[in-house]
């Protein structure tokens, strides 16, 4: 059906029908128009909101960036900016296939439509005025009748009175004549404005308006598709972002099941363990019992066995504070007199020993050392600590993963200048062989440059690995210390290297017991002998130097690096080490400067 045939008549119908059509097109695309512009604030909310909550500083920077928790709440803001540029584009999709093409379309159908009424109205205009002639035509023809009818009867009345002249009577009839003959020439004019009429009338209801309907029923059909396909559009762009969203989704899903607590828990552990060992037990010092002054000023009281020892200062440890700013390696440790220990001869006289008085010297140490009790307090750390290059301002623990980051950085430093180096050595012999190519000693300050820097890392290298050497040391032994500690109850204080600069420490030699140091103090508070041991008379092994030490210190000796050195005594745990040199001389040194090979 088709609305040339069915709706011939409705021309203001078919006016309304196609005005309301196009009018709906224009309300869907500013629908589509304004639904772009929700999306488009969504989105943009969504990015400022995730913006607001991701980290300010890198992850690198973020000592919170290595929890699962952290990570997985950054990967699902990720996953939300992901899911925010979907939705824009959405409003992008809407904007260019909908708003913009529709729009462009709607402007299109109106010209077509405004055309095709044109056309319409000019045609009604036409059988308008072809019914106006008519009309026209058929009341002249009308007039002239009735005129040649009266002009007619004026005639004959004439004729028939006797009073009529002849002349009258004769312009009568003519004029009765003419009237006659205009009244037939209207009527041949009404009969052809008519034939004329009928025929335009006829083209226009059965071929010139159905024509133009027809076109109006074509256009309106086409907008109508247009529009619908307008509507799948819009459901067109969701579907297209529908499998990005799942994943966007997905990976919501993902991050959420990537918390791992136990995980969390290692990293923080990780992060902020210490390596110190946990205090001791503090000991009773009894003050009440009055000090045993030795016979003479120079000594202390002697017991039965011999044995120099310390009364009324009572056998306290001292104990390794965890929370201090700096862990120094201990130098060979003194005798309980101020000096060296000076190992004596099993039957001999005793080692000289100074002349100082030892209740001055246990003063000067009491005073000095000032015992401190751990807190949590001390966990918050100080706002004046120094930074030092080899990080002892850390924890040791802390302290090693510094080092080794650092250790790592300077390799991966040193392996490119090396790859550099290679580099610029293979294109000055290309250049050698070459010389069109470039010149070879323009590549010499480059090179140079590049050795420099070698050389530079190379000792920044081996500065590293000395500290990284001590500091594993030194977490080895708090931690030794550590479980040594919960195994058993409080030993008596650990025996320290002796000093083997003495000459009179040639076979055998005394055993001192030492307390542990103190945090930040470079000597032991006081020292007894309370243990024998036999000195080895041959070695127990090998060792070489792996760097240069310079023992400024009493009992230890200097080496070189790379010199060979016969191992008298092994490392107790202090960190250091009785070698003996090929020459002779004997002392002890870094057990982290040495590569040893026991027998």
């Not at 005025?129 to 026209?136: A, M, R, T």
């Not at 009341?139 to 002349?167: G, M, V």
Request: hydrophobic share 30%.
């Amino acid at each position: 059906m088709d609305w040339g045939t069915e709706l011939w008549d409705q021309f203001e119908v078919l006016e309304r029908h196609t005005q309301w059509g196009l009018d709906l097109l224009d309300r869907y695309v500013k629908f589509v128009k304004e639904r772009t512009e929700v999306e488009q604030a969504y989105a943009k909310q969504l990015r400022s909101l995730v913006k607001k909550y991701l980290p300010k500083r890198p992850a690198k920077d973020e000592p919170e960036s290595k929890f699962s928790q952290q990570q997985s709440f950054v990967q699902l803001l990720q996953e939300v900016n992901d899911f925010a540029g979907q939705r824009e584009l959405v409003a992008e999709n809407l904007t260019v296939r909908v708003c913009l093409e529709l729009a462009k379309y709607s402007q299109e159908m109106k010209q077509e439509r405004k055309m095709h009424f044109q056309e319409g109205r000019r045609a009604q205009q036409q059988l308008e005025n072809g019914f106006k002639q008519l009309e026209n035509s058929k009341r002249k023809f009308e007039r002239d009748c009735r005129e040649a009818e009266k002009a007619a009867q004026t005639a004959e009345r004439l004729d028939q009175d006797i009073n009529a002249t002849k002349a009258d009577v004769e312009k009568a009839k003519q004029q009765a004549h003419l009237r006659s003959h205009m009244a037939e020439e209207s009527k041949n004019e009404y009969a052809a404005q008519l034939q004329r009429f009928n025929r335009d009338q006829a083209h226009f209801y059965f071929s010139q308006m159905p024509q133009i309907f027809d076109k109006l029923q074509d256009m309106d059909e086409r907008r109508a598709a247009r529009l619908g396909a307008g509507y799948g559009l819009l459901s067109e762009a969701e579907l297209q972002v529908v499998p990005i969203i799942a994943k966007c989704l997905e990976g919501m899903k993902v991050a959420a099941d990537a918390v791992d607590a136990k995980n969390d828990s290692q990293v923080l552990v990780e992060q902020h363990k210490s390596g110190f060992a946990r205090p001791g037990d503090v000991e009773f010092e009894d003050f009440s019992q009055p000090m045993n002054r030795a016979p003479s000023d120079s000594s202390l009281g002697t017991p039965s066995d011999g044995r120099p020892e310390l009364r009324g200062s009572g056998r306290s440890r001292a104990m390794r504070w965890p929370f201090s700013k700096k862990n120094k390696p201990r130098p060979p440790p003194l005798s309980p007199l101020g000096g060296p220990h000076s190992p004596a001869l099993p039957n001999g006289p005793p080692s000289p020993r100074s002349g100082r008085d030892p209740l001055a010297i246990l003063s000067e140490f009491s005073k000095s050392v000032k015992p401190r009790l751990a807190s949590f307090r001390s966990l918050r750390g100080s706002r004046r600590t120094v930074v030092t290059e080899d990080f002892s301002h850390l924890p040791p623990e802390q302290q090693r993963k510094r080092l080794q980051q650092q250790l790592e950085e300077r390799n991966r430093e040193l392996q490119k200048e090396v790859d550099q180096r290679d580099a610029l050595k293979k294109m000055k012999d290309v250049y050698e062989k070459t010389p069109q190519m470039g010149d070879p000693a323009s590549l010499e300050p480059r090179i140079t440059e590049t050795l420099n820097n070698i050389e530079r890392l190379k000792l920044e290298v081996q500065k590293y690995e000395a500290w990284l050497a001590e500091a594993e040391n030194r977490v080895l032994s708090n931690r030794g210390d550590s479980l040594g500690r919960h195994a058993r109850p409080p030993d008596p204080p650990a025996s320290a290297p002796p000093d083997s600069s003495s000459s009179s420490s040639q076979d055998n030699k005394e055993s001192s017991e030492e307390t542990p140091l103190e945090e930040g103090q470079d000597t032991p508070i006081y020292t007894e002998f309370d243990e024998e041991f036999e000195e080895p008379t041959s070695p127990i092994g090998q060792c070489v130097a792996i760097y240069q030490f310079e023992g400024s210190s009493e009992g230890t000796i200097s080496m070189m690096e790379g010199e060979g050195l016969l191992v008298m005594e092994e490392d107790k745990g202090d960190g250091w080490t009785r070698v003996r040199q090929k020459e002779g001389g004997e002392g002890y040194v870094p057990t982290s400067y040495l590569r040893i090979t026991l027998n």
